[in-house]
């Protein structure tokens, strides 16, 4: 599958701008770990792409992603992928087994809160957020509470990196695409 493939469908379901950041931040990281690991990065960042381009149409976890993996079917994306989509729910039962399974995983929920702290910093940019940063809001539960911090703390240890290395490691992604996902500063509201 080719990204132009993957990005046609990811657009054709998701209308919110802050989703569709949110899953480009995902690829982002993943492409980040597939390159520091020698794996395949358009295999990962795709997989990061479409992890959840279903939300918009299946906003439970009743849902999700489970009915949005048959809509992947319907468009013939490989079971490699679907496989790491539908691991990336603890809910739905399936284990993650490989590497690209346990990384989307541990990218997923971190992205979320690295764009929080990003978007309270003054300038609004994610070239000024500092692991320290996200360490600080990390202590502050009333912050950011849809990041869940246990999930994201099990996901980097499933992964086997150390929690603060992974949130440098995602800062560094993001940093790549910071305009592309409005955390280069430039469209302070």
């Not at 490989?78 to 590497?99: D, F, M, Y």
């Not at 702290?117 to 539960?141: F, G």
Request: overall charge negative.
């Amino acid at each position: 599958m080719k990204r132009i493939e993957a990005l046609n469908i990811v657009k054709k379901y998701i209308k919110n701008k802050r989703l569709f950041n949110h899953m480009l931040a995902v690829e982002a990281a993943m492409r980040f770990y597939a390159i520091k690991n020698g794996q395949d990065e358009d295999l990962w960042g795709i997989t990061g792409l479409l992890h959840d381009f279903d939300w918009e149409i299946h906003p439970s976890i009743e849902m999700h992603p489970q009915k949005g993996a048959e809509i992947l079917r319907e468009y013939y994306v490989p079971e490699v992928i679907i496989h790491a989509i539908l691991s990336h729910s603890n809910h739905t039962g399936i284990e993650r087994e490989t590497l690209m399974e346990k990384a989307l995983y541990a990218c997923d929920e971190i992205t979320g809160l690295i764009t929080a702290v990003a978007l309270v910093r003054p300038s609004k940019s994610i070239k000024d957020v500092k692991v320290s940063s996200v360490k600080k809001k990390w202590k502050n539960k009333s912050f950011a509470v849809g990041a869940n911090r246990e999930e994201i703390a099990r996901a980097a240890n499933e992964f086997d990196i150390d929690l603060w290395e992974h949130t440098e490691n995602i800062i560094q992604a993001m940093c790549q695409i910071a305009e592309e996902i409005g955390l280069d500063g430039k469209n302070i509201e």
